[in-house]
Each structure stands twice: as structure tokens, then as C-alpha cells.
């Protein structure tokens, strides 16, 4: 049996039913990862002695006993912002390059409280900052269908680890699209809850009125069995909404998306957008309409804005997020320093990479006193209008399908020269997160060149379980899914 | 140009930071106590680590409240925190989490006593904040700093004033005024040498008569209320030699040295921050129904000057005295207690505030911990009362009853101070210091009234305090009329 092909529900099941040990998962995924790790490199560290100790004292504390927990026992990736108890978490930064956080972020205690197994850190652009994995201090992962393509990002390490076999589920974080643009460069699945409905807590913040963990895995059933793990209100976390949870699984019984009105919005296929990506995503239109769903048309205009916004409030709160790297305390402090100014300039001139410090600059400028009305107030006004598009959207339609990423994964270098263009490869996904709301990435197709292409479903804040049905009907009646990355 | 000769009006402002009294930190579940070992009261949220992420401690937003409440100011039921960002070692974040354009409390009023009359001093805003750690430069060596983050997170009230202030006499009366207020709450323990109230006085000067505000200067490290008039006295004095050189004042920030009693430059406008704020994203804005405030508000002690007016109309005292017993919540508590048990109010005024206050502030102590109680009080003006001591020796008795922890009976009656009233004892005295002293018995007989009082004297002194005064002059008359 190669138990790193099976997704999480069917792995959960065979390990439930005790026809396998954690520990032979464990050295099923050992060997996996040392096959494929080499060329993909999805994880930044890993762990898997340690994953193997806790394994095999799972089972010892298991003999006679039912598994009951859809988590126990399950081999997890996760993505290097998110705070892992006594395990290296570098957001992909020198300046983190030896941070051990002492304390779990709270999705990590959730896991744990399931005796999740971890496997490793996966690899991200610094600070989640990107959109290849290209601005990782530890060098780029690759994508596992095309290793001369980057997976996206910034969560490309766990989107690639998931789509090499390398995990049965991992985690990532998506502030602009680093969830779902990873996913559907990988050909795998990636959900970002709406704001608030997963606890900040412990992920590393970059843009916090942004910021979401979120799952990647092999299928629509699989994410919706981790939001159920680590979904809910956190005392901790004063921005996590305290709503009820639904069992996210049981929106999966309806194979179909009748009486659903599904929205597309004009806006999202127009110029940029490549014709092999458009032509996957309107047949996936049109499959929906066959499974069911009323397709109308809407109306998204203030779509242009969502860059200019999205890059000063991100920036704006990063540069705030990322003043408390100034050497005093923890992770990197130059030792080229003989007063507090050169420690604080020379630590954060060779702790960051190019990336970060643009980003700081801008957030900082635009934070500015003389600038903060022209740029940040205006960027604030902005977001509301553009939250306003989505709630009249809503009114009209019940889920909007939008493409997640104008092209299919680009080449390793091609656009790490120039920063605007690789802004440009989030347009479709940042809306989303200045909205705040829920959005699914989806496998829908193959360019010619044979790169996965992806479809978001957009649903109303806390409706993931509409998003998550008509992701599931979509992908009950197709097989992109099931196609799996040559890489071995 | 000289402007020697020149009179000029001072105009001061004040923020005052107040130090909360919540068991636990702004944003954290930390202690907030002083005084512990460097970074034992420490978490991964007030280390400002990555990840962590702020919880408004909601004691801290009800001091806030109420202290609002009792500075008459409006209090914003929808009020935000802001990061104000500036690096620094004590500041683990590279921001402070304080409020900027919408602070919970506005637009307050205090009356202060300056004189004989009574001034407004109006407070504009007074919003939460968290404070700084401390920075330690005078280790063992010195080519070191440590940085303590102890108090960093902590919970602090801004409070700030208009510049309605015209004299260093006018901001001790307020931050007399502001304090008590604070402690009659216990919203704050008043502390100014250990930080725990902090006054940074805002200043200009105007020639007398201009409408237009001077260019104002800021002081810090001010941690008396004697270094508060000591260092604004100075300012003025400092800033009129300027002025009347010809010079001009400089905006900036000037510290105040206790040493040298002068203040010298901090940092100049030039140097000052660029604090970048804008709200904090980790917070949702705060929304206080007003039920609650409602209820705050009912639920507030009686202030300072709503207490002396009312020990002026119910107890009768003068001004004076209702001021002085008034000045804390514990004195004021302490002085009510004695009251109900011994209903001679002036009377009791004057012991609370002669015999106790002595003891009380030669020890340093609160009136809460006054090892001489209430009840212990009155029983020793009882015994004044029904004859049993005299006054005098009552006062004498004093700093024993004060020390000793023993009851008043018990000492009168350790040491024979029962007074003597018993006229029989009393007439053997008398007869001898009249046979002592003939001349002065013809004096009086001869109509000099006024010899009545040599005789109580020496009567007094020959019964060693202890004869009964009242029994002694009705005997005398007596005896000296023949």
C-alpha cells in the first residue's frame, strides 16, 4: 500500500480502523520525502525522528484503544510562520533563522490536541511576502508537475509538499492569495477562511487585518475535515469571531449545486488574463451550470483598486509587524555593532531580504505624517468600497467563480526582477482578503504545457460550507484531482 | 532687542500618566507588581514574540471608565486603540498599543482650590496605553545595557489637560486634586517616586496681555510634587531671561535634574518622533454599552470635593478642616468612623488632624493602617469626656497610645493619671498654695479678677496635671472669696 498517495480522509480511515500504525505512516512519508525532497524542496526543516518518537508512543498508547480523532495519527506539513512548541519556526528569514518559539500558535495546540504528527516546516517567501517562494532566505522550493516552475506562494513550500506526496495535509496562511495561488499552481486544494473564523494566534503576522491560516490538501473532503480541527473562537486572538463551528464535512452530502445562484464577475476576465486559464475556468462555468448552478453575471467595479489598497494596508501593518525584529531580543543581532543604531540599521539590513524591506519602506511611507490621509486613510476608504462590492454581489448570487491566478506557474526567475509584475499574479485573490471573506482554490484544468490551472469560489463570510459544497460538487463531477504530479 | 523689564504670563499644561491597579497587565495575563526580579513577570505576548497577539484587560477599560466618570469627562462608548511606533530596547514590539484619535474618555473639567477661590482646569482626553519596559545602564559593566520587561504592558491612564494652568502653585493643586481622585477610586496608588503617577508639564510664556500661545517647552523626570513646582519655577525663571535677552525659545523637550536643580535639553523638535500611528489591526474597536457606564457611574465613591463640601454642611466644620481630612479617602473614612461612634465633630477634627496626622506622617503611614483605631480614639475622648483624664494628659498620652498598642484605660491607669476631681483632695491643694502665696489672695481679694488664673496654674501644677481644671476654678472662687 503506498500510504502517501491516499488523501487525509482515507488515510484517517485505514489508520481509524487500525489496519496501520502511526509509525509505519511515519516511515511511509520518510521515504516519500527522502525521495522527492531533494528536487522539490517544500520543507525548511524537518523532523520526522521526532514525528517517529511521538508515533510510536501513539501506538503504544493506542494497543486496544479506538482511534477517535480524524487527526490522530496524521503526518502534517507546516507552513514556517505558523509557531510550532520547541520546533524551529523561521518565516523563511535570517533574522528567524534560529527561532524556537516557546509556545504553539493556537491552530497548533488544536492539532496537537488531536496528536496530529509533524513532519516539518515548509518553505515560503520571507515573511510571507511573495508570490514564487523565490524571497525565501533557504532558497526557492519547486513546483513537484514542472520542477523549472515555481509551486507560487508564499505558501509554496506546503502547497508543493502536499502535491509531492510529501504530507497527507498541510497548512499555510494566505494574506493576499498565498493559499489558493500556491494551490492552483500545485494542482491542489487550498481554502481561505473568512477573517476571523481561524485564530491568528501564533502565525507570524505580516498584514494582521489580512492575515488567515488556512488548509492545502488533495481534495475538497480533506479541507473541510482540517477547518473542522482548527476553526473557532480564540480568546486569544480578539479578531477571531466567536460563532458557532459546523461540522464543515457534512456540507459535503450534496453532490450537486442546485438552487445555488453562482456569480461571475465581468471584471476578473479582462485584459491579462491568459486564454488557456480563461478557457478552463469558463468550462468549469459551464460544468457548474450543468451540476445544477443558476450562473449570472456580476458586477465587481471596484476590482481595479484592489492592488493599490491591498499594498498599502499590507505594507502600512507590516512595517509596524515588522519593527519588533531590531535585534534585542530574539532571532538575529548583527555583530558588526558597536552603538543601539548600528545594532538596530546593520541587524535589520542583513536579517531581511530585498522583498521585506521594500515592503517596509512603502508601509512606512505611507504610514508617514503628510502621507498617511493620501495613502493609508484613502486605502482604508478604499477597502470599504470594495467589501461594498462583494456584500451587493451577495446579494444577488450565493457563491462567485472567479479565475485564482491570471497564468498558469511561471518559470523560477522569471518575474523575481520585477516586482510589480509578480503583484500582478495575486489581482484575482487580494479582493477577497480585504473583504474578509471565504475563498476556495480548486484543481479545473491542465495548460498545454501540462501546469495545473485553478478556480476560486468565493462564498459569503462564515459560509464555508457553501463554498466547500460547490467546490465538491465541481470536483465530484471531474478528475483534475486525482491527477497527480509526476515527480518522483 | 532687549525686552528687559518685560512681565510675561505663564501658560502650562499637564499629562499625567497613572499607573493602573489591575492584578494583571494591559494586554496580557502577567502581574503588574513592582519590584520583582529583571523579567520574571514576563510572557511571550508582553516579550512582544512573534505571533502573540494583545487581549484588552477589561478591569483596565473599567479604571479608565470611572476614572473618566469622575473627571467629569464624556466617555466614548466606541473608542480604539492605535500603535504609536518608535524603536526603542524597552519597547518590545517596536510599537506601543495606546489610543490616538479616539480615546475613551474627553472633554472633563476639575475645580481646584487655588487661594481662596476655585479655578476650572479642564482635561481634555484620557486615554489606555500600555507602558515600557526599563533600560538598566549602570550594571556591573558598564559597556552593557539591560533592558528589564518587567513593567512593560503594564496598563496606564493618559491623562491630559488644556493649558489652563497659569502657575506652578496651580498644577500642585491639580495634581493634588487629580491624585486624590485616582486614589479615592483605587484606580491608582499615587505613588510618585516609585513612577506609579508621572507628570510631564507642558510650558510657554506670553508677554502679559497677548492672546497667542509662547513656543512651548516639555519637561520630564519629575517624580515629587516638590520637583514639580521646583521645576516649573525654575522654567519661568529660565525662559523670562531668554525672552528678555532678546532670545527665543526652542520646542523641545528638557529633563529635569534633581541634583543641579535645573532642567537641560532632552531632545529638540528636530529629533522628535514620527510616530506613524494608525489603528491597531490586532484589536477591534471597543464598543462600552452604555448600561454599563450607567451602572459605573452609580457605583462611584464619593469624591474629595463633593466630601468636604459635605463635611462643611453636615458636620459643621470649617473649610479649613473639611479640606485637610478630605485630602484621602482613608482620613476622611477614618475621621466618619470616629463620628458615628462620638458625635462631636470639631472636636474630633481636631484631634484626626492634630494627634493622629503627626503621628501618621512622622511614620509615613496611611491613615487605612493607623495603629491607633477608631474606636480607640474615642475612647480616650470619652475619658476626656467624663472627667476621667484631662485633656493635657489626653494629648501627653498620645504618642504612647500611638506606639504602644496599648488601650487608652490601660495606660491611664498603668501610670495614675485618673484625673482628680474629688473636692475634698482638691481643697488640702488649694489651702496650701494659698498659704504659699498671701500677697497674690490679697491681690484678688482686693479685686484683681485676673490672679484667678496663677492660682489654677499653680493648683495644676502642685496636683502634677492630674486635678480636674473646671473643679478647680468653681473651688478656688470659693476659697478665695473667703
Redesign the interface.
Known amino acids: 500500500m503506498s500510504l502517501h498517495k491516499l488523501t487525509l480522509r482515507e488515510l484517517s480511515d485505514t489508520f481509524g480502523k487500525g489496519e496501520v500504525t502511526a509509525a509505519e505512516i511515519v516511515r511511509a512519508y520518510t521515504l516519500r520525502i527522502n525521495q522527492v525532497e531533494p528536487k522539490v524542496k517544500a520543507y525548511i526543516s524537518q523532523v520526522k525522528e521526532a514525528a517517529m518518537a511521538q508515533a510510536e508512543a501513539l501506538d503504544q498508547k493506542l494497543k486496544g484503544w479506538r482511534r477517535t480523532m480524524p487527526l490522530m495519527g496524521m503526518p502534517l506539513a507546516i507552513k514556517d510562520n505558523i509557531c510550532t512548541q520547541g520546533v524551529l519556526t523561521t518565516c523563511a528569514s535570517r533574522m528567524l533563522a534560529t527561532f524556537v518559539p516557546p509556545y504553539d500558535a493556537t491552530a497548533i495546540a488544536r492539532l496537537r490536541g488531536q496528536s496530529y504528527l509533524l513532519l516539518g516546516k515548509t518553505n515560503l517567501d520571507e515573511f510571507a511576502m511573495g508570490s514564487s517562494t523565490e524571497n525565501s532566505a533557504f532558497g526557492p522550493s519547486r513546483n513537484p508537475w514542472n520542477l523549472g516552475a515555481v509551486p507560487g506562494g508564499s505558501s509554496g513550500g506546503s502547497a508543493a509538499a502536499v502535491a509531492a506526496d510529501e504530507c497527507v495535509v498541510a497548512l499555510g496562511s494566505d494574506t493576499g492569495g498565498s493559499i489558493r495561488q500556491p494551490a492552483a499552481c500545485c494542482g491542489v486544494v487550498g481554502l481561505k477562511p473568512t477573517y476571523g473564523r481561524v485564530s491568528r494566534y501564533g502565525l507570524v503576522a505580516f498584514a494582521s487585518s489580512l492575515d488567515q491560516i488556512g488548509p492545502i490538501t488533495k481534495d475538497v473532503a480533506d479541507a473541510a475535515m482540517l477547518l473542522n480541527v482548527i476553526a473557532g473562537h480564540d480568546a486569544w486572538d480578539s479578531t477571531s469571531a466567536n460563532l458557532p463551528v459546523p461540522d464543515y464535512t457534512k456540507a459535503l452530502k450534496k453532490k450537486d449545486v442546485k438552487k445555488l445562484r453562482i456569480g461571475v464577475p465581468r471584471e476578473y476576465f479582462a485584459e491579462g488574463l491568459d486564454p488557456e486559464v480563461e478557457q478552463a475556468v469558463m468550462a468549469a462555468v459551464e460544468e457548474l451550470k450543468t451540476l445544477g448552478g443558476e450562473i449570472k453575471d456580476v458586477a465587481l467595479p471596484t476590482t481595479d483598486a484592489a492592488v493599490a489598497t491591498y499594498y498599502l494596508i499590507a505594507t502600512a501593518e507590516a512595517s509596524s509587524n515588522l519593527a519588533r525584529y531590531d535585534g534585542v531580543k530574539y532571532g538575529l543581532r548583527s555583530k558588526q555593532s558597536h552603538t543601539l543604531l548600528e545594532m538596530y540599521m546593520k541587524t535589520r539590513q542583513e536579517g531581511f531580504g530585498p522583498e521585506v524591506k521594500r515592503r517596509i519602506m512603502l508601509g512606512t511611507y505611507a504610514l508617514s505624517a503628510g502621507y498617511y490621509d493620501a495613502y493609508y486613510a484613502k486605502a482604508q476608504a478604499a477597502r470599504t468600497l470594495i467589501r461594498r462590492d462583494f456584500e451587493a454581489a451577495f446579494r444577488e448570487v450565493d457563491l462567485i467563480v472567479t479565475p485564482v491566478m491570471p497564468t498558469p506557474a511561471f518559470k523560477l526567475g522569471e518575474k523575481s526582477e520585477d516586482p510589480l509584475q509578480m503583484y500582478l499574479s495575486d489581482i484575482y485573490t487580494i479582493s477577497v482578503n480585504l473583504a474578509g471573506n471565504p475563498a476556495i482554490s480548486i484543481p479545473c484544468g491542465f495548460s498545454k504545457a501540462g501546469l495545473p490551472i485553478g478556480l476560486q469560489l468565493i462564498g459569503r463570510p462564515f459560509e464555508e460550507e457553501t463554498v466547500l459544497r460547490g467546490a465538491y460538487a465541481y470536483e465530484q463531477a471531474t478528475d483534475w484531482h486525482k491527477k497527480r504530479s509526476a515527480v518522483r | 532687542m532687549n525686552n528687559a523689564g518685560q512681565a510675561y504670563e505663564v501658560v502650562i499644561g499637564l499629562e499625567v500618566h497613572a499607573q493602573l491597579l489591575t492584578k494583571s497587565k494591559m494586554f496580557c495575563a502577567c502581574g503588574a507588581d513592582f519590584g520583582l526580579p529583571a523579567n520574571t513577570q514576563t510572557c511571550?505576548v508582553c516579550?512582544?514574540?512573534?505571533?502573540?497577539?494583545?487581549?484588552?484587560n477589561r478591569t483596565a477599560v473599567e479604571m479608565a471608565v470611572r476614572a473618566g466618570l469622575a473627571l467629569n469627562c464624556a466617555i466614548r462608548s466606541k473608542n480604539r486603540f492605535a500603535?504609536k511606533?518608535y524603536?526603542y530596547?524597552d519597547l518590545?514590539?517596536?510599537?506601543q498599543i495606546s489610543q490616538y484619535e479616539a480615546p475613551i474618555c474627553e472633554n472633563g473639567v476639575v475645580e481646584v482650590a487655588v487661594g481662596d477661590s476655585r479655578k476650572p482646569i479642564r482635561v481634555r482626553r484620557a486615554h489606555l496605553e500600555e507602558d515600557a519596559g526599563k533600560n538598566v545602564h549602570d550594571g556591573d559593566n558598564r559597556a552593557v545595557?539591560l533592558?528589564d520587561l518587567n513593567r512593560a504592558g503594564t496598563p496606564l491612564l493618559e491623562i491630559v489637560t488644556e493649558p489652563d494652568m497659569r502657575s506652578a502653585d496651580e498644577v500642585v493643586a491639580y495634581l493634588k486634586m487629580l491624585r486624590d481622585i485616582l486614589m479615592y477610586l483605587d484606580v491608582c496608588d499615587g505613588n510618585m517616586e516609585q513612577g506609579s503617577l508621572r507628570c510631564e508639564p507642558n510650558l510657554s510664556l506670553r508677554p502679559v496681555g497677548q492672546q497667542a500661545f509662547g513656543t512651548k517647552v516639555e519637561l520630564k523626570n519629575i517624580n515629587s510634587f516638590k520637583f514639580v513646582k521646583d521645576a516649573i519655577e525654575y522654567e519661568i525663571k529660565r525662559q523670562t531671561k531668554v525672552l528678555n535677552g532678546g532670545g527665543k525659545i526652542q520646542q523641545e523637550t528638557r529633563l529635569w535634574n534633581v541634583d543641579k536643580g535645573v532642567t537641560a535639553t532632552m531632545r529638540s523638535k528636530e529629533e522628535a518622533h514620527?510616530y506613524?500611528?494608525?489603528p491597531d489591526?490586532?484589536?477591534?474597536p471597543l464598543d462600552l454599552a452604555q448600561d454599563w457606564i450607567d451602572a459605573l457611574r452609580m457605583a462611584l465613591p464619593e469624591l474629595p470635593e463633593a466630601r468636604q463640601k459635605r463635611f462643611v454642611t453636615d458636620y459643621g466644620l470649617p473649610d479649613y478642616d473639611a479640606g485637610v481630612l478630605t485630602t484621602s479617602k482613608a482620613l476622611a473614612d477614618y475621621f466618619e468612623a470616629c463620628v458615628t461612634l462620638h458625635n462631636q465633630p470639631k472636636t474630633v477634627s481636631n484631634w484626626v488632624m492634630g494627634e493622629l496626622l503627626r503621628e501618621l506622617n512622622n511614620a509615613g503611614c496611611s491613615a487605612a493602617s493607623s495603629p491607633v483605631s477608631p474606636e480607640r480614639l474615642v475612647s480616650l475622648l470619652q475619658l476626656v469626656d467624663k472627667g476621667t483624664i484631662s485633656l493635657k494628659v489626653a494629648r501627653d498620652i498620645f504618642p504612647e497610645l500611638y506606639a504602644s498598642g496599648k488601650s487608652p484605660e490601660q495606660i491611664v491607669q498603668a501610670k495614675g493619671l485618673t484625673q482628680v476631681s474629688d473636692e475634698g483632695a482638691l481643697e488640702k491643694v488649694i489651702g496650701e498654695v494659698m498659704a504659699k502665696n498671701p500677697a497674690q489672695v490679697a491681690q484678688y481679694r482686693s479685686g484683681k479678677d485676673t490672679v484667678l488664673g496663677f492660682f489654677v496654674g499653680q493648683v495644676m501644677k502642685a496636683s502634677g496635671g492630674k486635678a480636674n481644671p473646671g473643679k478647680v476654678n468653681e473651688l478656688l472662687k470659693k476659697k478665695l472669696a473667703g
Open positions: 511571550p516579550l512582544g514574540m512573534p505571533g502573540t497577539l494583545p487581549v484588552i500603535r511606533n524603536f530596547p518590545p514590539k517596536g510599537y545595557s533592558v514620527d506613524r500611528y494608525f489591526p490586532d484589536l477591534v
